[in-house]
């Protein structure tokens, strides 16, 4: 029992020496936005994964439900309607709200792939995720 007890110390010793080595968790705020009134009562959050291939646009488009995420690989072309277009880069964020009409989600590179994870704030695993707008 003795020798338990003693392990035990030494591990919590070792555990507590560890943690105090790291500084403070850093948190730096990249992106805030007010959900619409047009979006479903938030019950699910789907993700996905989704790769562009070189110059690849989405074409115009809104979302049923307001859709979050962020840049992983390459970089986009992206114009919310009535917005300027803006580059977002790998680690850039961007919110697109429900119903709101996107004139741009393309991928600025005509020779490298580009990748966004992407959620979707929405009610159930019915709603559609994306509708396409053509060229309205």
Do not use: C, W
């Not at 393309?106 to 580009?114: I, M, V």
């Amino acid at each position: 029992m003795k020798a338990f007890s003693t392990t035990l110390l030494l591990a919590a010793s070792a555990v507590s020496a560890h943690a105090a080595t790291f500084p403070p968790l850093e948190r730096k705020s990249v992106l805030e936005a007010t959900l619409p009134a047009a979006n479903p009562p938030v019950r699910l959050v789907r993700g996905a994964s989704i790769r562009f291939a070189p110059g690849q646009p989405t074409g115009v488009h809104l979302h049923p439900a307001s859709t979050v995420g962020v840049v992983t690989e390459g970089s986009f072309v992206f114009q919310p309607d009535g917005e300027p277009s803006r580059i977002l880069h790998t680690g850039d964020s961007f919110f697109e709200p429900a119903g709101h009409r996107i004139t741009h989600f393309d991928n600025a590179s005509s020779t490298e792939s580009a990748a966004i994870t992407v959620f979707y704030l929405t009610d159930t695993a019915d709603r559609p995720l994306i509708k396409a707008l053509g060229g309205q």
